[in-house]
C-alpha cells in the first residue's frame, strides 16, 4: 500500500507541474490526473481489504439459515503467511427456552397451514398441506399416520372414503436437538358429489356390471338411467374450427395464387415486350429511311400488326397493341406528343419510355437525325436481346442440372448394380 500512496503522491506532482508551467497537452495532463487517482483508489482499497481482514469476529446466521461459509487468509508469524483457510461457522444456537417457544409457535404455524383448501379438520376433503420446515426454517418437522389408506406420506388423498374416518397424525418437531411430538387427529369426510357425479357413478356402475359378464362378446351401454333415457355419442374432433383453418388456408392460398399469377403475367409480358423492342425499332428506322415520317411510319407498322391479327398469323403482341392504342388516340384527336408520351407510359419499361421520349424531341425539332439516332438504337437493342437470349440460356442450363443429374444416378445403377452382383458383391 506504501508504494501505491507513493505512486499517487508522485502523479499528483507531475499533475500539478503539467498545469502550472503548459509544458504538455490537455491529453497528457489529464493522463497523469487519472493515473493518480488509480493510485488513491488503490490505497483506499487497500485499506478496506486491510481493516477486513483484521476482524476478530463474525456474525453467524439466524436459527433455520444454515452454516455459513467464510474464506480467511491467514498469518502466524514464523508459522503461516497469507495461508488460505475456509471456516464454516455454524448458525446462532438457540438456548432451552428459546426452542421451546420455537417448537409452541411451530405447531401453531402448523395448525394454520395443514388444513390447505380444507375449512375444518372435522371435514377434510381435499389434500393436506405438511412444511416440511417451520419457523422460518428453524424447526424440521415429518409425519407419520395413523391410516394410511386415506392418506400419502406426503399428505395427499390416497383413497376417497364412503364414510367418514378419523386419522391421527403425529407431527415429529426438531429444533436444534430438541424433538417434540405433536399429535392432533383429522377427519376424512366423502366429498359433496355434485348431480352430474352422482349420474355419472351410476353410468360407470352399470358398465361395470356388463364388463363381469363373460359370455358377452360385447357391452351394451345402458340405455336409460333413473327412468330417464341416456344417449351415446363418442367424443370427435371439432370439425367446425377445423373446417375454419381449411377456409382460411385456401383463402390465404387463392390470394396469394392471384399475386402470383399477377407477378407471372406481368413478367411474360416485360419478356415479351423486350422481344418485341428491337423489331420495332428496326422498322421505324427502316420505314424513316424510306421517306416516311414518324406519324406515318407509325401507322403503317400498326396497320400491319392488325391485318396478321386478323387472318391469325401471329399472336397477340402486347408492344404492337399499345402501337395500336397511341394510332387510336391520334385518330381521336389526342395530340401526338401526348400520344407517344402516353405509349411510354402504358409500356412501363425504360427502353420504351427512351425511345417515346425520342419521338417527342423529334417530333418537336424536327424529323432530322432521326434516323441515325434509330440506328444506334436499333444496334444498342440487338446486343440487349443477345445478352437477355445468353442469359435466358444460362438459366435453362441451371434447371436442367437436376433431371440430368437424376439421369445420371440412374445410368450407373444400371451399369454397377449388375457388375455387383455378378462379382458376388
Known sequence: MFWYLLGAVVCLAAAIHLKR????????YQAVLVLAMGFLLAVAAGWADGKAQ???????????QGNLEKEFIVDIPGELHHYPLAVEIEERKLTKAQRKQYLEEAKEELDAQILGQNHSKDEVVEDLYLPEYLREGAVEASYRFSDYNVFHLDGTINK??????????????????EICLYQFSVQAVPRQKSRQEEIAEKLMGLVSSQNREEANGFVELPGR?????????????????????????????????????????????ETQMMADYCGIVSKLSLLLGAGMNIPLAWEKIADSYQ?????????ERYAYEE???????????????????????RCQLSDYRRLSSMIVQNVRKGSQGMQRLLEQEEWEAYEQRKAHARQMGEEAGTKLLLPMGIMLAIVLAILVIPAGLALNI
Open 54 to 64: 483484521k476482524e476478530t469476529k463474525v456474525a453467524r446466521n439466524d436459527p433455520g
Open 21 to 28: 508551467n503548459a509544458l504538455a497537452q490537455k491529453s497528457l
Open 323 to 345: 402501337m395500336v392504342n397511341t394510332l387510336h388516340e391520334m385518330q381521336e384527336g389526342v395530340g401526338e406528343l401526348e400520344a407517344y408520351g402516353n405509349f411510354g407510359n
Open 307 to 315: 391485318q396478321k391479327r386478323s387472318r391469325g398469323e401471329t399472336d
Open 225 to 269: 338411467v333413473e327412468g330417464k333415457q341416456v344417449c351415446w355419442r363418442q367424443q370427435g374432433i371439432n370439425r367446425s374450427l377445423m373446417m375454419v383453418f381449411m377456409a382460411a388456408a385456401v383463402a390465404a392460398a387463392i390470394y396469394f395464387r392471384e399475386k402470383e399469377e399477377k407477378k407471372r403475367k406481368q413478367a411474360e409480358r
Open 160 to 177: 376417497e372414503p364412503k364414510k367418514p374416518v378419523l386419522v391421527e397424525i403425529t407431527a415429529e418437531l426438531d429444533c436444534q436437538g
